[in-house]
T-cell receptor
Framework: AQKVTQAQTEISVVEKEDVTLDCVYE???????LFWYKQPPSGELVFLIR??????QNEISGRYSWNFQKSTSSFNFTITASQVVDSAVYFC??????????FGAGTILRVKS | DAGVTQSPTHLIKTRGQQVTLRCSPK?????VSWYQQALGQGPQFIFQ???????QRGNFPDRFSGHQFPNYSSELNVNALLLGDSALYLC????????????FGPGTRLTVT
């Protein structure tokens, strides 16, 4: 079965704190893609990153960084020095065959000033 | 460059009625996917259209049907609406040659009363 688990339902932090959003996935396939999307209150899902199963290099983009570990089937997302504008729902997703994305339940991030 | 557009933004229907939602993909995109996002949950894949044919389908009943037009735009039709069909319906388009990259529209909020 293919499944994505985001155990953190909601996280609240104060501005400038670092925060890590956890994502654990399940798949029997050896080739797959992992994604992170941000959903602000407007509702539109905003693409953040795609990682394929053969690339375990961590990636940093500005204040965002991603830690992919196949050994623990995790693809965690860290925001450094969080800002109020980072407040949103964040989804981790898995693509295994075709182009169907399997999403986790999402983590609500609230950044307070 | 316009992003993915969806219409209408909001819709209220009564149980048993039928509804049609519309999606226009980004320029240069030829694949359209539809997702249903219930309140507080992650998006669930409904189906995907490519070359005017349904290419892949999720676990949704036949009441959910779709169509893709020669200009790559797409419609999602839902018949015999149930209260449980109330959700945000998201459309995603993918560029030619990269069907696993999905760019989402703002969604249509459907309320069934």
């Amino acid at each position: 079965a293919q499944k994505v688990t985001q155990a953190q339902t909601e996280i609240s932090v104060v501005e400038k704190e670092d925060v890590t959003l956890d994502c654990v996935y399940e798949t029997r396939d050896t080739t797959y893609y992992l994604f992170w999307y941000k959903q602000p209150p407007s509702g539109e899902l905003v693409f953040l990153i795609r990682r394929n199963s053969f690339d375990e290099q961590n990636e940093i983009s500005g204040r965002y960084s991603w830690n992919f570990q196949k050994s623990t089937s995790s693809f965690n997302f860290t925001i450094t020095a969080s800002q109020v504008v980072d407040s949103a729902v964040y989804f981790c997703a898995l693509r295994i065959y075709g182009n169907k994305l399997v999403f986790g339940a999402g983590t609500i991030l609230r950044v307070k000033s | 460059d316009a992003g993915v557009t969806q219409s209408p933004t909001h819709l209220i229907k009564t149980r048993g009625q039928q509804v049609t939602l519309r999606c226009s993909p980004k320029s240069g995109h030829d694949t359209v996917s539809w997702y249903q996002q219930a309140l507080g949950q992650g998006p669930q894949f409904i189906f995907q259209y490519y070359e005017e044919e349904e290419r892949q389908r999720g676990n949704f009943p036949d009441r959910f049907s779709g169509h893709q037009f020669p200009n790559y735009s797409s419609e999602l039709n839902v018949n015999a609406l149930l209260l449980g069909d109330s959700a945000l319906y998201l459309c995603a388009s993918s560029p030619r040659g990269s069907p696993y990259e999905q760019y989402f529209g703002p969604g249509t909020r459907l309320t069934v009363t």
